[in-house]
């Protein structure tokens, strides 16, 4: 029997690998020959190890130049005919646009994923609204769109980017139970850990907690603040290591850096929050959880399918600093039994709608509907 082939087309390497190995493993381990579509990244490598051919495409994740644009368009075309994969996978604005038609051109059966809305809906400016248009003309052609929550759906249901038949909920990414699992938490020191993993960014909501930790900290010296992301990075919306720093100097945060392995960052934190204006499905928050920690986030697409308000986290109205504070002080004032039992039903929860292998079972299915 023939090898089929899938090519998978992302925006970051480093996104495949993290995110979506378990599918990975699997779709080779059933025998499918993959083929990974990536700007190149220290992960490129690592995919090739686990057996995936990889093309080292550059991409400009956030570029709007439309010279740009076509010339991916046509270096996309020109690879799935060399190629000739049986199907192909979208991930991302500029894969699901420009992938879809070129498969389209290509004559080769795909789905798009759209992995959160991003600037193109929080904004409405004219970049906005050009992508918008390239969306409804690319989204006619894969034979499904998958999104990773119902609110984001039902956006491009209401714009009319996508007809009905096509549209499909995913829930998140899945994430590996067995992987992020609950840890031993080490010796109390009396402090009280709060911890944001985002790359750094004002829209994921990095000034609305070094506020709430400059308020909060006024009252209750033992809560610690910490940041773990990247900074500096190629978005509209960066927060410059320098503004970082001068929140290190007055004493608000401790910055970690970036880490290969968050779960041990995790596992010494007591509580994890992300104040995002807008998420896909916030990744970590879902480790996070699966780890047993409580959340707290705020009440925006993506963020608040993470959670069950009051069992296993707290619910904060998006850029409202005051409630951020009340909920930090809602956890430092729980026990450590509270803080436990919110952890483990968030755990529970997690295990009921995001394992990996639900997530999984929804690809195999998919594909052997439009290869069989």
């Given at each position: 029997m023939k090898q089929k082939k899938i090519i998978l087309v992302a925006n970051t390497a480093w996104s495949m690998f993290n995110f979506r190995h378990g599918l990975l493993s699997r779709l080779i381990n059933d025998g499918y020959h993959l083929t990974i579509i990536a700007p190149h990244d220290e992960f490129s490598d690592k995919l090739r190890k686990m057996r995936c051919a990889v093309v080292d495409l550059p991409m400009e994740a956030k570029g709007t130049n439309p010279l740009q644009d076509l010339k991916l368009i046509h270096t996309l075309y020109r690879l799935y005919q060399q190629i000739a994969p049986d199907f192909i996978v979208h991930?991302?604005?500029?894969?699901?646009?420009?992938?879809?038609?070129?498969?389209?051109?290509?004559?080769?059966?795909?789905?798009?994923?759209?992995?959160?809305?991003?600037?193109t809906f929080v904004n409405d400016n004219l970049v906005a609204k050009v992508a918008r248009s390239l969306y409804k003309l690319a989204f006619r052609f894969p034979k499904e769109v998958w999104f990773l929550n119902e609110d984001d759906r039902q956006?491009?249901?209401?714009?009319?980017?996508?007809?009905?038949?096509?549209?499909?909920?995913?829930?998140?990414?899945?994430?590996?139970?067995?992987?992020?699992?609950?840890?031993?938490?080490?010796?109390?020191?009396?402090?009280?850990?709060?911890?944001?993993?985002?790359?750094?960014?004002?829209?994921?909501?990095?000034g609305e907690y070094v506020e709430a930790a400059r308020i909060v900290r006024q009252q209750y010296p033992q809560a610690v603040f910490q940041l773990l992301g990247a900074c500096g990075v190629a978005n509209p919306s960066v927060i410059e290591r320098e503004q970082i720093a001068k929140w290190e100097q007055a004493g608000l945060v401790e910055y970690l850096g970036t880490t290969p392995d968050v779960r041990p960052v995790i596992a010494n934190a007591d509580c994890v929050v992300l104040p995002s204006y807008r998420e896909g499905i916030p990744r970590t928050m879902i480790e996070s959880a699966a780890m047993a920690k409580p959340l707290i986030v705020t009440d925006v697409p993506g963020c608040r399918d993470v959670l069950i308000p009051d069992q296993t986290g707290l619910l904060c109205p998006v850029k409202d600093v005051a409630e951020l504070v009340h909920c930090c002080g809602k956890i430092i004032n729980m026990n450590a039994e509270q803080i436990s039992k919110m952890g483990g039903a968030g755990r529970?929860?997690?295990?009921?709608?995001?394992?990996?292998?639900?997530v999984i079972a929804q690809y195999l299915k998919t594909l052997d509907r439009y290869l069989s």
């Open positions: 991930y991302t604005i500029k894969p699901n646009i420009y992938g879809s038609l070129a498969a389209k051109w290509a004559g080769i059966p795909s789905l798009a994923i759209t992995t959160g809305l991003g600037y956006v491009f249901l209401q714009h009319q980017l996508v007809s009905q038949a096509k549209a499909v909920l995913l829930h998140g990414e899945g994430v590996d139970l067995a992987h992020f699992s609950p840890r031993a938490q080490p010796a109390p020191d009396g402090k009280l850990r709060f911890l944001l993993i985002a790359r750094m960014l004002w829209d994921k909501g990095v529970a929860f997690i295990a009921s709608k995001f394992d990996e292998q639900l």
